[in-house]
């Protein structure tokens, strides 16, 4: 009972330091938008991780993350996560190193003042709509093809499941083998506790961790399909292990 009306507390505190410092930056995130690609994204990304530095303090939220030594200099990934919670994005993509896009759904883009910066750092996607998977497959490859790195979340909406990971779309990796651009799995922990599925207006401070994993070469399988088994298999196998 008492756990409960603190994180309705920690909710309503939590909201509004997210949108105190959204309005703070939202000017740089307006002026990024005047740079050609990939120097806008990575100036945005720039400007998000100075923005959820100061929003995780003053939330409570204490991050680690490792491997980023997985990210080699002059190289562009597809970086795969595991998706527990709303929280998985604004780890993400300030977490990965350099200038990064992630494929996200249409429908929060359509959220006042926000929906702007959530347009600038994701290749939308309307999951309703062939066309738009097509488009936004198109997307992803320029995305890679100028540089940047990719984000997916290949269980494709969040994990409301027992299990360390729902199965995996085909997406991530077909893009793999038709980029030749190698992938990084990322692992999450700490999200599903902060934001649970199965409880409304309900935040809980507390630890989160990303741990990159070492970078997987497509040329090393036969085919996307046992890629994305070897993937599914490494990441279920270490999310497991962080558990301990």
């Not at 945005?44 to 080699?72: D, H, N, Q």
């Amino acid at each position: 009972m008492i756990k409960n009306i603190l994180g309705r507390l920690f909710t309503v505190w939590g909201g509004i330091v997210f949108i105190g410092s959204m309005l703070v930056f939202m000017p740089a995130v307006w002026i990024s938008g005047m740079f050609a690609e990939p120097k806008s994204t990575g100036i945005f990304i720039r400007i998000c991780r100075s923005w959820m530095a100061i929003f995780f303090t003053l939330a409570g939220v204490r991050l680690t993350i490792r491997g980023r030594e997985a990210f080699k200099k002059g190289e562009n990934y597809i970086v795969v996560c595991n998706h527990n919670s709303l929280m998985d994005v604004p780890l993400t993509s300030p977490g990965i190193p350099g200038a990064n896009k992630t494929i996200a759904k249409i429908e929060m883009a359509k959220i006042p003042v926000f929906g702007i910066i959530y347009k600038r750092g994701s290749v939308l996607l309307d999951r309703k709509s062939d066309a738009s998977r097509r488009d936004s497959y198109l997307a992803m490859k320029d995305v890679l093809e100028q540089g940047m790195h990719m984000c997916i979340y290949p269980e494709g909406t969040r994990n409301k499941t027992d299990n360390p990971l729902k199965s995996f779309h085909d997406g991530a990796f077909r893009l793999s083998f038709d980029t030749g651009k190698k992938i990084i799995p990322c692992l999450i922990k700490g999200t599903r506790e902060m934001l649970p599925h199965n409880k409304n207006f309900f935040f809980w401070p507390g630890k989160a961790s990303m741990q990159f994993l070492p970078a997987i070469d497509p040329k090393d399988f036969a085919s996307a399909t046992a890629m994305k088994e070897h993937v599914f298999q490494l990441m279920w196998d270490g999310i497991v292990a962080m558990k301990n």
